[in-house]
C-alpha cells in the first residue's frame, strides 16, 4: 500500500516532525488510544490546522500498529476535525471563518435551547457538580495543566446542559462543541478575554440556580459571540459573507421570555 493510500497525503507541504508529538495513553482500546492522543495533539496545536495526518508516522509515535490509527481518524473525521480523501489522505481541517460561523451557529442554537430548558429543572447536586468542575477548571489552569482545564471546563458546560433531561440534545452539541475547541485555543491566548468568561461561568451557574432561563441564556450567547468575534479577528475573509449567520439574542430567546 502506497503512503498516499496510507493517509499520507499527496507528497505537499510538511510532514509530522521527527520528534514525537504525540504520546502514549495508557488505556482504553488501541482506536480510543490514537484518538484521545491524535485529538489532543490537534487541540494543544502541536499537529497545527492543514497538517498532513501519516498514519505510518503516527502508528510508529504511539506504539500500535496502523488499524487503529485509521479508525481513530475516521472518528475525528466524524467529529469535523480531519478531512480524508481516498487516495489522497487525511489532514487536520483548516481554521477558516466560515467553519467558525458555522460552528457556533449550531453551538449557539443548540446550547442556548440546553441552557433555557434546564433553567427550569437545574438541582442543587448539579449545581454543587458544575461548581466543582469549573473550580477544577480554575486549578488546573493555574497549574498549566490544559488537559485538565479543557476537561473540566467541558464537564462544567455540560453538567449544566443535561439538566435539560434531553440525551438527544446533549448528544448533538458534542460535535460542534469538539470542532470549537481548536478555535477556543485561540481566543484563550487573550488574559482579558480569560478573566473575562471566568466571570460568566460563575454567572450562568448562578443563574440557573436561580431558575433565571433569560439570565443564563444571555450570558452563555455573549460568552460563545464574544469568542467567535475574537478569532474571527485573525481569520482571513469577511464575517458579512459568509453562508451562515450567528442568531441575535432576539432569535435565541422565545418572545415569552423577553416580554
Known sequence: MSKD????????????????????????????????????????????????????????QLGMSIMPVREALRRLEGLG????????????RPLTLEDLHDTYFTRLNLECLAMRTAAGSFTAEEGAAARAALEEHVAARGRGDQVGARNAHERFHFTMYRACRSDWLVRSIGPAWRNSERYRVESMRHPDHVARRAEEHVQMLEALERGDAEGAVALLASHLLSSVELVAAGLQGDPEATPVQLPSLDELLPRALRA
Open 5 to 60: 493510500e496510507q493517509g499520507g497525503g499527496n507528497g505537499g507541504g510538511a510532514g509530522l516532525i521527527s520528534t514525537p508529538i504525540v504520546s502514549r495513553p495508557a488505556r482504553q482500546t488501541a482506536g480510543d488510544q490514537a484518538e484521545e492522543a491524535v485529538f489532543e495533539a490537534i487541540m494543544d496545536g502541536k499537529i497545527p490546522p492543514g497538517s498532513p495526518l501519516r498514519l505510518q508516522e503516527l502508528a510508529e
Open 81 to 92: 476535525l480531519v478531512e480524508i480523501v481516498a487516495h489522497k489522505g487525511a489532514w487536520v
